[in-house]
């Protein structure tokens, strides 16, 4: 044991790189909730538009919006056999972001 400091911390992602192709047109202001959402959420959880409302502190119909928007963008994908408008981040084959 030595003097070494060990990271355990959550690993910031750089969606700009992770999700490249699919911001063009985005708002900073929806880069920002995304960049939330994902540090939250990333590609393993799968939540609702209430936790994502909750955590971004905007309107369930905002949130809504929000989600509508990034299932166009191939971004979020919608999940089945979790309860009705249940979303996660899409992942490509290898693990990585489409």
Do not use: P, W
Request: hydrophobic share 40%.
């Amino acid at each position: 044991i030595g003097d070494q400091k060990v990271d355990i911390g959550k690993q910031k992602v750089d969606i700009e790189n992770v999700f490249a192709d699919k911001l063009k047109g985005f708002s900073s202001k929806t880069i920002d909730h995304i960049r939330r959402m994902f540090e939250e959420f990333g590609f393993d959880s799968i939540f609702g538009r209430s936790a994502a409302a909750e955590l971004l502190k905007i309107k369930n119909s905002s949130a809504s919006k929000l989600i509508a928007k990034l299932v166009q963008a191939e971004i979020l994908e919608h999940v089945s056999g979790h309860g009705k408008g249940k979303y996660r981040f899409a992942e490509g084959e290898n693990g990585t972001a489409l």
